[in-house]
């Protein structure tokens, strides 16, 4: 049975990583350690370390990407949580046979070359939830 191991990070929708970094870096003195755009999300993504999760800044970079729509209806804000998971086809597979509602039937390339899949808000109560595998 696959593990959940830790919350990996906390996806964070925001219109600007740089004019966000003044609350982060500045205000709170924590620091950006990656920045990445992964194009085909339409995103840029920035991740700060907090203890032993992280922080994901996301900026969108077409009017049409996830992040620039769920900002549009929701404002800035959490737009996920994510959990580190041992093996993410197995954590798959056994979600699907528990008939959990799943955005993405099979993982797929994350920022920081991480493994990834995205469970239903209706499946988790109200929750974005990202599975992610580092290796």
Known sequence: MAK???VDHIGVAVKSIDE???FWEGILGLKIVA???VASQKVITAFIPCGDSEIELLEATSEDSPIAKYIEKNGQGIQHVAL???NIVEALEEL???EVRLIDQAPRGGAGGASIAF?????TGGVLLELCQRD
């Open 35 to 37: 920045r990445e755009e």
């Open 84 to 86: 580190k998971v041992d």
């Open 4 to 6: 959940v191991l830790k």
């Open 96 to 98: 699907k046979a528990k």
């Open 119 to 123: 469970l239903h808000p209706k499946a």
């Open 20 to 22: 966000a970094a003044k």
